[in-house]
């Protein structure tokens, strides 16, 4: 059984937890590690299991038509691939916003969800925009939880502008933002914290 909670997140009563499915995960000034350092995270599922989603903000310097040339159709030409994390890098991930949200793997956010694994181009349906990544990022049993307890993360509501978003190097600085003026310096801090 879910409900709702305050900040848009599921609780999911049955699990003990509350599930950060559609919400980004903001990567804190402790999180070093250099798959995660500076990222916003989409979360796609979360249950008492673990947690899948992909890195919003990591575009990469091939392109989808010279890495994955039989998806270049579903997105616009000279699209950059994406590094969705550090989970089987070798495979394609698609985000992308349905207009039947049931065609959809997964629904992260409204009707935006990933693509089912091995579908075809005739099963895909309508997409108002698609993005692809090599990998994903996941977490075991509690391993999520317990980053954000030790803030490697911090959560904020996704808006559909985000993942999708024209500024990609730009994104972790305007989430970090959202997040309100106790914030401000996490935002300004650079990334090797000796340049300062």
Same mark, same amino acid.
């Given at each position: 059984?879910?409900?709702? +909670? =305050?900040?848009?997140?599921? !609780?999911?009563?049955?699990?003990?937890?509350?599930?950060?499915?559609?919400?980004?995960?903001?990567? %804190?000034?402790?999180?070093?590690?250099? +798959?995660? !350092? !500076?990222?916003?995270?989409?979360? %796609?599922?979360?249950?008492?299991? %673990?947690?899948?989603?992909?890195?919003? +903000? !990591?575009?990469?310097? =091939?392109?989808? =038509?010279?890495a994955v040339p039989p998806l270049s159709p579903i997105v616009p030409p000279g699209e950059s691939l994406f590094a969705g994390g550090p989970v089987q890098p070798e495979a394609a991930v698609v985000l992308a916003d349905f207009e039947e949200p049931e065609r959809a793997g997964i629904i992260a956010l409204e009707s935006i969800g990933f693509l089912p694994e091995d579908t075809g181009p005739d099963e895909i349906g309508g997409l108002r925009r698609a993005r692809v990544f090599a990998g994903y990022a996941g977490w075991g049993a509690g391993q999520l939880e317990a980053e954000m307890e030790e803030d490697s993360w911090h959560s904020a509501p996704a808006f559909p502008g985000d993942v999708f978003t024209d500024d990609p190097d730009g994104l972790w600085a305007a989430v970090v933002e959202r997040l309100g003026p106790a914030f401000r310096l996490l935002r300004t801090m650079p990334i090797d914290p000796q340049m300062n």
């Open positions: 059984m879910r409900s709702g +909670n =305050a900040d848009g997140s599921l !609780r999911c009563q049955d699990w003990g937890v509350d599930s950060l499915r559609g919400q980004l995960l903001i990567a %804190g000034p402790s999180l070093w590690d250099p +798959n995660f !350092r !500076r990222t916003v995270v989409l979360i %796609g599922h979360h249950d008492d299991e %673990g947690a899948v989603g992909v890195v919003l +903000n !990591r575009p990469l310097e =091939a392109t989808v =038509a010279e």
